[in-house]
């Protein structure tokens, strides 16, 4: 294939696109709002794509991160709530408009094979990107290769449920880990952080307030638990933290990092495996996504 | 290499042995007691190679499964308290014995290849083979190949730690998945179980004893975590169920896929992965652990 790898991230307020260099570096990027159901979408993709300085070879692979259920294999987006899709043939639009093979994926899993290229590993390493947004879940990055699993199922560490007397998820399951550690889960219990849950909850605690200090406690401890549920499965080298929530930086890393250790002190067993360590923010600047996207329209494939 | 590939299984009780022929069927087999400590132990793997009876091609590989954390690298075991054994270099040790190459493994890992080996899997497919012994731990196979995990953690489901009021864990965590979904956490609550705890359970259950009933509900609602655990982190093929509970046969994978049907019942998201129907039991009779031994011996190495 010739032409430019170029990434496209659809996300529920803007999508942003990237052009990546023959060394996987960030040639050009552009961004527009994101529009609304199939059209609105489709024409988001249309505009940021007519936005994006592109190279004299062209496109030559395009990959796009959407978040929502998808079948790789078909390019179809089955399930997209939050931008209003029921069942898309988005790989087949984008492909009419780029002129170039498209690859779809879940915009979580692109996140991760992003990270990965981030950061610059090889292929003997492995990494979970935990994205803490609305919801939870984790792209998983092992030895090199994105693991959707058998059934697309690969990382929705945020539908485990650890307590059958916890809030009602919106999976139907009760106590799901996303249901106390996520931006829906913090809106739900700090209503009165408005348009920034996240953020006016951190400043609240930060504040001594005693209500923010106990939601912010559960956040924190749900995200460890999260974090040792990826190392006692998969043992990926590494579980860095993506999505809104991770805006906070060393606000969410050092008391998570704090919780990791509690439990460490009373754990032989968990303190051998130096999770503490292994947990990382990645700069926010650094379109994560939209790279992962453009790598996923190249990478070999994997179930 | 010529010559054949024999598996070694060193229980806790018994070691097993058995020499794989060309097609991977078992072509001799022998078992002795196990011995206790380093020197119990080598005389036991010295026992039972005499006792094989070997084809005329001789040794090429042996595999050796062993209950406890091992470095598979160097052929160490590092820490097997049930058998006695500290730091041990067992590979160099049945390699003077067998005159052979030696790999080193844990019993699970070993177990979770024989199992993908039995149930003649492809390169394609995965599986997780969650022990349900004394404790509760899982050996995973991704795309035909064993994953360790980066810090050897990979498939410690037991130590998932999901009740922070819940029983102290050998591990130093409250509340583990082993402390409810294991043969010790039946004979601490049912302690008039005796030697065979598991079993007068099941039996005190069906004859309609509500302790029993009790104590058998949280054991199986445990184990269907540990499989929804799975599932919704690697996402394998299936879960193959072994150690000393799972031969319970149809008493235990019966009320278990009722359990995960429940949770079903509540969540179109459990129900979109078919959960119940990815579980398994393998015939207890198939030496799996001593297979799989015998194919970690060959078997690629990925971390």
New interface residues.
């Given amino acids: 294939v010739t032409g430019a790898r170029v990434g496209i991230d659809i996300g529920g307020t803007k999508t942003q696109a990237v052009v990546l260099d023959d060394e996987g570096g960030i040639a050009a990027e552009a961004k527009v709002p994101t529009g609304f159901g199939a059209e609105g979408v489709i024409a988001s993709v249309r505009d940021v794509l007519a936005l994006l300085s592109m190279p004299d070879a062209g496109i030559g692979t395009v990959g796009v991160g959407i978040p929502g259920a998808v079948d790789p294999a078909r390019g179809r987006v089955t399930h997209a709530v939050n931008l209003g899709l029921a069942d898309l043939a988005l790989g087949d639009a984008v492909a009419a408009l780029a002129g170039a093979p498209v690859t779809v994926e879940n915009d979580v899993n692109a996140a991760a094979l992003g990270a990965f290229h981030l950061l610059g590993y090889g292929p ?3 990494l979970a990107y935990l994205n803490l947004g609305t919801g939870m879940a984790a792209g ?1 990055v ?2 090199g290769r994105l ?11 945020g ?5 059958p007397e916890g809030v009602l998820c919106s ?3 009760r106590g799901c880990l996303e249901t106390l550690g996520s931006g829906s889960a913090v809106a739900r219990q700090w209503p009165q952080g408005g348009d920034h849950p996240v953020r006016s909850l951190f400043e609240a605690a930060a504040a001594g307030d005693a209500l923010a200090i106990g939601v912010r406690r559960r956040l924190i401890d749900t995200v460890a ?1 999260a974090v ?10 590494d579980v860095v933290l993506g999505g809104g929530i991770a805006s906070l930086g060393d606000r969410l890393l050092d008391p998570l990092r704090d919780a990791l250790r509690d ?1 460490e002190s ?5 303190a ?3 999770i503490p360590d292994r947990v990382r923010i990645l700069p926010s600047k650094r379109r994560v996504a939209a790279v992962g996207a453009a790598l996923a329209g190249t990478a070999p494939k ?2």
């Fill in positions: 003997d390493r492995s998983i092992l030895d693991r959707r699993g058998a059934w697309g199922a690969a990382g929705e560490v539908h485990i449920a650890v307590d999976c139907g399951q638990s040792r549920v990826l190392v006692l499965t998969v043992d990926v080298d439990a009373t754990s032989p067993f968990l051998s495996l130096g994997s179930p």
